[in-house]
């Protein structure tokens, strides 16, 4: 039988980055398996069959618990760990300057009580890293939560070092912390801390698991561990209590994370982010390549400006920062409170008002490519017969534009066209696309296409779920539409402007609805321009596109 990557992955819930980490490959590397430009290894298909077949999803629970993953930061001890274990436990090392970095972000008061919480602790990592910044004399009560009874034993020894060389009141809890903080909560009883420093499991949770029934109580809805380390551990605090975290910055954006986002702003006010440009750098020991931040917030602070700071590596040798207003992180009209990043002095041209316009505005909307291939695997076809019609995946599209059907292609280039699979069909005719897809060290993150129906010869066509897709009711759009659209979508400043809110290898059709558009005429005009020209060089997208 023939290994699918695509479904073997989904299989076993891993991300790309996932199976990057896992088999020591670079993402553009997975995102071409992926998109079936090139076939990964036998040995990586064989590993994803076997993970598949004999181990519980990833994504899902041992006995309605969900399985956590950890990304602890590992200053004074780096156990010999095998890469598996360090995929499935998330123990990715930290570089020590990193913690420094965390700690130094902290307002420390010059008299009074200090209380830490290290929620997720490790081997007592970010505690050091906070305590080594106190004066010898001043006295402070932490306490440790941590779950992993193989990290226990170290974490034990680093807290009892901590009690015989400084001032320090350690307190080891071993044990649930999501549990135990939401016991805390919902009794009213137990510690409240002045200052949180965190680096929490990163794990999706079941909507059935106990710890999705735990935080529900706790008054936070959230579909991964992080954010509920993350939400709890502010509940935790005193008013005017500090956090410092690093965490995805996945929940930035997108609908499964608006829950939280109003949960921590109404909660906290945002003081400072910092932002790795390269994915690969934060964690670079361990082919790390999620794309993470580090936040600070203020448990009942008064909301001002945002220090957004940036450095390429864990070095903080470019290290840059500006201030901002907050509602140019916040946008004070954006419903679902996206949470931008603004570096640099990246050019403002999407807050026009002649851009204020949205795909419901225009009469349009998109959506995720209906066709998912190892679902629909008997009705596939590698070349075009009697009774299919063209399958269009993001590997049909290159310079020249849409290329079908395509020669020796790693996917299938057709789809039976029948009772059992029109309703994933759209019929055939001017649309345009974004491939799903990318990775963080690409030049581009949204790369948008036109499907041309003089390419694709026939009355139905099949959208693979690697592309979105822009569509009025799930029908075609003008042509010139089509083109102003993915023109629009390859101007520089729009692929900027989604990188401030969208941290993701993924552009996902929810992020795509969320942005602002032209007018339908000025999209109109746009188009006409660009079928004038056979190439369009990328500076005179950006030129034309400011003009509008």
């Given at each position: ?144 939560f941590e779950f992993d009874e193989e990290i226990l034993p170290t974490l034990h020894a680093n807290l009892a070092t901590f009690r015989t060389r400084t001032s320090a009141d350690c307190e080891l809890v071993e044990g649930d912390f999501i549990e135990e903080a939401t016991n805390r909560i919902c009794l009213g009883k137990g510690a409240r801390y002045t200052h949180a420093i965190l680096n929490p499991p990163y794990k999706k949770i079941g909507n059935d698991s106990k710890h999705r029934a735990l935080l529900r ?285 969208n941290g993701h290898t993924q552009v996902n059709a929810t992020d795509l609805r969320a942005m602002r558009y032209p007018s339908r005429d000025a999209l109109i005009a746009l188009g006409q321009w660009a079928k004038t020209r056979a190439s369009v060089l990328q500076d005179e997208i950006d030129e034309r596109v400011n003009c509008l």
């Amino acid at each position: 039988m023939t290994l699918d990557f695509c479904e073997l992955r989904d299989r076993c819930g891993l991300e790309l980055a996932d199976v990057a980490s896992e088999f020591g490959a670079t993402l553009d590397s997975v995102f071409r398996w992926e998109s079936g430009e090139v076939s990964p290894p036998d040995r990586v298909l064989r590993s994803l069959a076997i993970m598949a077949d004999f181990s519980p999803r990833l994504t899902g629970a041992h006995h309605g618990v969900a399985v956590l993953e950890r990304a602890d930061v590992l200053l004074r001890v780096e156990p010999v760990t095998p890469r598996k274990r360090k995929s499935q436990l998330g123990q990715f090392m930290t570089p020590p300057s990193v913690a420094d970095f965390m700690a130094s972000l902290f307002s420390l008061p010059k008299s009074g009580a200090i209380r830490l919480l290290d929620a997720g602790a490790g081997q007592g990592a970010l505690t050091t890293a906070f305590i080594e910044r106190l004066p010898g004399d001043r006295r402070i009560s932490a306490t440790a939560f941590e779950f992993d009874e193989e990290i226990l034993p170290t974490l034990h020894a680093n807290l009892a070092t901590f009690r015989t060389r400084t001032s320090a009141d350690c307190e080891l809890v071993e044990g649930d912390f999501i549990e135990e903080a939401t016991n805390r909560i919902c009794l009213g009883k137990g510690a409240r801390y002045t200052h949180a420093i965190l680096n929490p499991p990163y794990k999706k949770i079941g909507n059935d698991s106990k710890h999705r029934a735990l935080l529900r109580a706790a008054g936070l809805e959230t579909v991964n561990l992080y954010t509920g380390f993350v939400g709890l551990a502010l509940e935790l605090l005193e008013p005017g209590g500090e956090l410092v975290a690093i965490i995805p910055r996945s929940f930035c954006n997108g609908p499964y994370y608006q829950p939280f986002r109003r949960f921590i702003l109404r909660r906290a006010a945002i003081q400072h982010i910092h932002l790795f440009d390269a994915r690969n750098k934060a964690f670079k020991d361990d082919g790390v390549l999620q794309e993470n931040i580090i936040l600070k917030m203020v448990r009942g602070g008064d909301q001002g400006g945002v220090t957004v700071s940036t450095s390429r590596d864990d070095s903080f040798a470019d290290y840059e920062e500006k201030r901002h207003d907050f509602d140019r992180i916040v946008f004070p009209d954006d419903a679902d409170q996206f949470i931008h990043i603004p570096t640099g002095d990246d050019e403002q041209l999407l807050e026009r008002a002649s851009f204020g316009h949205s795909l419901a505005d225009l009469g349009l909307t998109v959506s995720t490519g209906p066709v998912v291939d190892f679902r629909l695997k008997e009705d596939l076809r590698a070349d075009p017969e009697r009774d299919t019609v063209p399958l269009l995946y993001p590997g049909h599209f290159g310079v020249g534009g849409l290329q079908w059907p395509k020669p020796g292609f790693k996917k299938p280039n057709a789809i039976r066209d029948c009772v059992e699979t029109r309703k994933w069909l759209y019929p055939n005719g001017f649309y345009a696309v974004v491939r799903r897809f990318s990775s963080k060290e690409e030049r581009r993150r949204i790369v948008a296409n036109v499907i041309d129906p003089a390419r694709v010869p026939a009355a139905m066509i099949g959208i693979e779920n690697h592309l979105n897709v822009f569509h009025a009711k799930r029908q075609p759009i003008s042509e010139d539409l089509a083109h102003g659209l993915a023109t629009y979508l390859n101007a520089t400043a729009v692929d900027t402007y989604f990188r401030r809110f969208n941290g993701h290898t993924q552009v996902n059709a929810t992020d795509l609805r969320a942005m602002r558009y032209p007018s339908r005429d000025a999209l109109i005009a746009l188009g006409q321009w660009a079928k004038t020209r056979a190439s369009v060089l990328q500076d005179e997208i950006d030129e034309r596109v400011n003009c509008l």
